[in-house]
């Protein structure tokens, strides 16, 4: 029989800190309202105002500095034009002509040829239905331009990160150092990209590819090193048995056996950088994402629903086409071939020819080089969607009022008076005190230093704002995360039925979240805190599943056998033995979470999310705004640095005894 138990010093610390969080609350009712380092919305410190000079500094040298005439303005001239190239040829009037060089018939044709080839004919046929959805929303041209975007950001990912995860599987060096700057890329919230960049790259497609690439290179990097060291080293000991050199055995054996894998992690970086594509809108990125930040901005729910339909097909077709393409290769392998060669050059021949003979079309007269203007069902779709939310605001507000209401004045009103309306000192000692004591010396080293950074950035009330909502919807997340996941853990059948929806989850981009729980709750911080749950949930429940069906079917048993009922079970075996898992689902829903809180700074949250979107829109809050995209990633780095130390105690901590 397996027990498990804790060292007499956790329920110690346990009372400590409630000592601690006492404390606070007394402080708070003694001191509210003192020293919080408040600054208003056009308030700027010496450092803002010295990095808008700064600022200025670098825009009025841009084309006389060697730095940048010579590198940085190269680098912005390639991008660009790598994105107007694609643009010309499927989006925009090119060459002189009044439409693109492929119209919609040609590249409908040539991207349902390509999944065919790749894939198979059911993908072909999504991919149809897909493209010629966005014609029939009327966002055919903003739908191309966020494909051009995207296609060209995966292109130089992929030239980059399969490299250097080739490399990074090839050397444990390298993997090492690698590892953290990969982390660091993956921990940092999307927004933080685009100030810094803006400042180098200024607004357009160049800041947005690179944006772009910053979020999607990692799933290259990681996905293919993992794919080339697990290539069997039974099969490496064969080939170098037979004489070939390190070379060889890459290009014939650690290459083609990797194949499939890498082609997952193809998938993992189109999914990346469309949701990243959408979200660089903020910084002039052409495409879909620009029309919902419009709609968001105006609050315009039926364009903003219609845009983000848009989006969720355009995932969805790419998805299942890199997943086709990576079950095809995977079929090929096992099987040797797919069918003759004769007929599969036949197939790839008829796909090809249908695609040149469309596209030829395409070229050459308007009809199919335009998409029909009367087929346009944009227009319903936004009045439908306007009109469903305007029902349910009234029909739900009951529900809808009550929910905010109890989340609003029951955790968040309590969480932000604590952290923001305490003086900065109290905050900062019992912050530092709570990481000592759940993750040791390096986790209070490390919160002391970050909050001393968000004091250095002058935003700490903004910032204790933020993370007033970010723990907020983290105890939401993991309420939730804990009974879906222990439910999908236990049962096959929730299993199947739960698991495409979170994997659809999974696959929208961060924008598309706002745009339902806008028209359900609207503009408050109340919605960027659901929209945040929303977009957090799906990796924290998968996390808790896995760590339910990890739990040894011989301890389930032997609990089972002993009396115990169904949540004794769950609260006595399976949870503590799954702690592990559960602690990851809190750190991967923590960076999740901070991540869409800033995304709710355009419908209301406020914040740093709103100093971030300011800082783009206007010319005096530059400083301030860059300002906040750090005290973002500092706030980021200490809630993941904290968790992950907390959940090393905890495992450490955790004494298995076999009885």
Do not use: C
């Amino acid at each position: 029989m397996i027990t498990l138990s804790v060292p007499a010093r956790l329920p110690a610390r346990r009372y400590l800190a409630g000592a601690i969080v006492a404390a606070w609350v007394l402080g708070h009712a003694l001191l509210a309202g003192r020293d919080t380092l408040a600054l208003g919305g056009a308030e700027l410190t010496p450092l803002h105002e010295g990095v808008n000079e700064a600022w200025d500094t670098v825009d009025d040298n841009r084309n006389s500095n060697p730095f940048f005439l010579y590198f940085v303005n190269y680098i912005r001239l390639i991008l660009d034009e790598s994105v107007k190239f694609v643009q010309a040829l499927i989006s925009q009037p090119s060459f002189g002509r009044p439409v693109p060089v492929l119209g919609w018939l040609g590249v409908v044709a040539l991207a349902a040829a390509v999944t065919y080839i790749f894939g198979n004919i059911r993908v072909a046929l999504l991919t149809v239905a897909g493209f010629v959805s966005f014609g029939l929303l009327g966002l055919w041209a903003e739908s191309m331009d966020t494909l051009a975007l995207t296609l060209t950001a995966v292109a130089y990912s992929l030239a980059v990160g399969i490299p250097l995860g080739v490399w990074a599987g090839l050397s444990g060096r390298f993997n090492r150092f690698v590892t953290p700057v990969l982390d660091f890329m993956q921990t940092m919230p999307t927004f933080v990209y685009l100030a810094p960049l803006t400042l180098f790259f200024l607004i357009g497609p160049a800041s947005a590819t690179i944006a772009t690439m910053i979020y999607a290179i990692p799933p290259a990097i990681r996905i293919t090193a993992h794919a080339v060291r697990e290539v069997s080293p039974v099969t490496l000991e064969a080939s170098s048995s037979l004489g070939a050199t390190s070379a060889q055995s890459l290009r014939h054996v650690r290459l083609p056996l990797a194949r499939r894998t890498i082609v997952v992690g193809v998938n993992q970086t189109i999914m990346a950088a469309l949701s990243m594509a959408t979200i660089a809108a903020l910084i002039d990125a052409p495409g879909l994402g620009k029309t919902v930040l419009k709609a968001l901005q105006t609050l315009d729910i039926g364009a903003a629903f219609n845009a983000g339909l848009a989006i969720v097909i355009m995932a969805v077709v790419l998805d299942r086409a890199t997943t086709a393409a990576s079950h095809r290769v995977e079929t090929q392998r096992r099987t040797g071939r797919l069918r003759s060669a004769f007929f599969r050059r036949v197939e790839v021949a008829v796909a090809l020819g249908i695609a040149a003979v469309l596209g030829y079309l395409s070229y050459t007269y308007v009809w199919a080089a335009e998409f029909p203007a009367g087929a346009n069902i944009g227009s319903y779709v936004r009045r439908a969607a306007d009109a469903a939310s305007v029902w349910v605001q009234d029909s739900l507000s009951g529900f809808t009022d009550a929910l905010k209401n109890v989340i609003t004045y029951g955790l968040l009103n309590p969480f932000e008076s604590l952290l923001a309306g305490s003086p900065w000192w109290l905050v900062f000692a019992v912050a530092v005190g709570m990481a000592a004591l759940v993750g040791g010396t390096r986790a209070a080293i490390i919160a002391a230093a970050g909050l001393a950074a968000l004091i250095g950035l002058g935003l700490w009330q903004d910032s204790m704002v933020t993370l007033a909502a970010t723990l907020v919807a983290t105890i939401l997340v993991m309420a939730l995360g804990v009974a879906t996941g222990v439910w999908i853990g236990r049962s096959d059948r929730a299993d199947a039925v739960l698991r495409p929806v979170l994997d659809a989850g999974q696959t929208m981009p961060a924008f598309v979240y706002l745009v339902p729980i806008l028209g359900l709750f609207g503009p408050t911080r109340f919605t960027a805190i659901i929209a945040a749950v929303v977009f957090a949930a799906p990796v924290a429940i998968k996390l808790v599943a896995e760590g339910i069906r990890g739990v040894p079917p011989a301890t389930v048993e032997a609990a089972r056998s002993a009396g115990s009922s169904s949540w004794q079970l769950i609260t006595k075996v399976q949870l503590p033995m799954a702690r592990g898992a559960v602690a990851l689902a809190a750190n991967q829903g923590l960076i999740y979470v901070l991540s869409m809180v800033v995304v709710g700074g355009l419908v209301g949250a406020g914040a740093l999310g709103y100093d971030v979107v300011a800082g783009f829109s206007q010319h005096q809050l530059r400083g301030k705004g860059l300002a906040a995209g750090l005290a973002i990633v500092v706030l980021g780095i200490v809630l993941d640095r904290v968790t992950r130390a907390a959940q090393a105690r905890t495992n450490r901590l955790g004494v298995i005894k076999e009885d």
